[in-house]
């Protein structure tokens, strides 16, 4: 793993056919120790993480439950997802143990709502530090900038590109990629330049 910020650690799969990385994250908090949408950890970073303690795996959303299960299985962590994308992760074999809802908060992070590429994706805001971790909702692709998934990939594209507008109401400064290249500088005016190529 390697520190992306002060208590925020990063480990990465390279997804061939994406041709970016798919990113997973520790996040270490007085509350309890978070991991977000993880990909198949090494044993060193998995050690790392049983060693340091994880109260809850989050998944932003139903395609990220990745590694959580080994994850889960040796940490005895929870793992929280939005009901709405409960039953396909769990269809994954993905274990649940609770709901992440908008609106609630776990440690630092808020809950917010976005939906469009399926219907329960959520983004995990820390207001303090003007950051957001993002699971489908943006890619960080090309590196500096952001993008969308096909809307082949989407349940509802024009769902998700509202969900992106109201990422502008945030005070933002990062964006922390759960696929590509994280935007760690100047996050809000990345995302005005996504939106300002959106038709609706």
């Known amino acids: ?3 992306v910020l002060e208590g925020i650690h990063s480990w990465s799969r390279l997804s061939e056919p ?68 409960a039953r396909h992760a769990k269809s994954q074999g993905c274990e649940i143990d609770g709901d992440l809802m908008p609106g609630s908060q776990v440690g ?21 530090r003007r950051l957001a971790f993002i699971g489908d909702l943006v890619i960080g692709n090309p590196p500096g900038r952001c993008s969308l998934l096909p809307d082949e990939k989407m349940d509802d ?17 990062c964006l922390i990629m759960g696929d590509g290249v994280s935007i760690m500088e100047n996050a809000k005016t990345v995302l005005q330049d996504l939106v300002a190529g ?3």
Do not use: C
């Not at 509350?31 to 990909?39: A, F, K, Q």
């Not at 139903?62 to 080994?70: L, V």
């Not at 808020?110 to 219907?119: N, T």
């Not at 769902?159 to 005070?171: G, I």
């Open 108 to 128: 630092a992070l808020h809950v917010l709502p976005a939906p469009g590429k399926s219907p329960g994706e959520v983004v995990l805001y820390w207001r303090e």
């Open 157 to 173: 594209p024009a769902r998700l590109r509202a969900s992106v507008k109201t990422l502008l109401d945030l005070e933002l400064d």
């Open 18 to 85: 994406h041709g970016y990385d798919f990113n997973g994250y520790f996040v270490t908090l007085p509350s309890g120790n978070l991991v977000i949408d993880p990909v198949e950890p090494d044993d060193a970073d998995l050690k790392q993480m049983v060693a340091q303690g994880v109260a809850k795996i989050l998944l932003t959303n139903r395609n990220h439950s990745r590694a959580a299960n080994r994850i889960r299985e040796a940490t005895k962590a929870q793992t929280l997802i939005h009901p709405d994308d």
């Open 1 to 3: 793993m390697r520190e």
């Open 198 to 200: 959106f038709s609706d």
